[in-house]
Every structure is written in structure tokens, then in C-alpha cells.
């Protein structure tokens, strides 16, 4: 009777499948979807990437978003015309899409600059410590006495107003605030067992902070470079707002404004719709940033 009891209980537990455990990303993943407002903010993310993207399908660059037609200026929104035309008579809507490549760009190959440079600079100096952290967190804090826009501004007027010219200065005077979030993630994770393990086989440092430290310090940067695309759009947009962004007759956001301010009564739509963009774009970014916060927040797990 025992052993038939005994081989029953084995057939039942042959017979449960082992629950497969979910990966970390896929855990972040889940968490995020619950978020409605991340959710909200990812999906104008996607369809701003899409219209980027597939701009000049959608209207033609050099037609429609630079050629300028003055038998049609400054016309409100139409049929032909979906948010009007400015005082060139260019087309609204094909500038703002056609500029939503530029502010993507921009905001996601600066955030880029500061994330490798800033985060290198970081991770050593975090690793390390000693002299060779008090040496790089000392000169970060020279960049974080300047103003990062000033800084910008300084560097852009030095190397001259181009669109390369205009993500470096954006992304380095980023550089300080991944380096010291880097340096803070790197302190906490290497003293940990997982990385003597490391040590006690022989492992180089250069593979011990690529392989094992960096990894495990990702959640701080993901989170906070997607608020740095948000800043890095919006510090884009304000230099070229006073002329020493993107050169014209590109169209830029901030440049879109700047050029339709004269022109507040009498065609208000020239900048109501720029600056939507704007605003609906880091609004986005925003939400999605705190979406991921939470999501990737250990002490929030379920």
C-alpha cells in the first residue's frame, strides 16, 4: 500500500510542469505595462519615432518643409495645409515632423556622449576610488559649477552652430551628472560577493566593470537617460531659439518658434503648434522616465 502511495505521488509530481522564472527585463517589462501613464507616454514616443522616420514619405523635405511658397504665407490650419503655413509659406506639418528627426537625434546621440564618457569616467572612478575618484569627481565638479546650458552655449559658440557641433556640447555638458550616478551604482554593487568571486579567479578589472559591475548599475542610467533625452530636446530647442542651434532652413523646433514670435496676432499657429510639440514630447519622456523608476525600483516588486 506504502509503495503505492509512494509511486502515485511520484506520477503527480512528474506530472507538474516547473514553472519557468521570468526574466529580470521581462519582470521590468511586466511592471511597466501596469503603468498607464508610462504606457501613454511610450506610445507618443512610438508614433513621434514613426512619423520621424517615414517623414519624407509622408512629405516631401525639399518641396514641402523648406521651399518656400508666398502665395500661400501665414494661412491657418486647412485642408491642404493640416496646421497652416508659416511665413515663408512652408508647411507646418512637414517641418514638425521633419524637425522631430532632428530633436530625437539630438537628444538621443548627446544622452549617448554623456552616458559613455560620463559613465566610463564614473565607473572608474567609483571602482578604484582613492586619488583616482578624488581627481575625476573633483573635475566633474568644476562642469557642475558652470550652468549646463551656459556650458552649451559656450561650447557651441567655440566650435560653431552645426547639428555634430550641437549634440557634442549638449552631451558634454551632460557628463557630470552620469558620472556621478554611475559612481554612486558602482559603490554599491562592488563590494558585493559576486565580484571578489571575480577577483579570486583572476579577472581583470577592465572585465570585472564591463561583465559584472556596469550590468548590475544599469537601472539609474536607463531611467535617468530617458529624462536626458527630455532635457537635451529642450536644451536643443532653446539654443536654437537664440540662433546657435541647428542652422537654417533646417527645421528645428526651437527654430520654429523663434521665427514665428513676430508673428504672435497675426498667425498664432506658427508657434502654438512648435511648441505643443515640444511640450508633448518631454511631457512623454516624463512620463515613461518615472514609469521606468518605479518599474525598475527592487523595493516595488510584487
Known sequence: MQSKDMSTGAEIKSNVKPRKKRSQWMEVWRRLKKDKMAMLGLGILIV????????NQIADYDEVAIKQNTSVR????????????????RDIFARLIHGARISLMVGIVAVGIAVIIGGTLGAVAGFYGGRVDNIIMRAMDVFLAIPSILLAIAIVSALGGSLMNLMIAIGISSIPQYARIVRASVLMVKDQEFIEAARA??????RIIIKHIIPNALAPVIVQGTLGVASAILSTAGLSFIGLGVPKPQPEWGAMLADGRSFLRQAPHITTFPGLAIMITILALNLLGDGLRDALDPRLKE
Do not use: R
Open 48 to 55: 513621434l519615432i514613426l512619423l520621424a522616420v517615414f517623414a
Open 74 to 89: 501665414l494661412q491657418g490650419p486647412s485642408k491642404d495645409h493640416w496646421l497652416g503655413t508659416d511665413d515663408l509659406g
Open 201 to 206: 579567479v583572476g579577472a581583470k578589472d577592465s
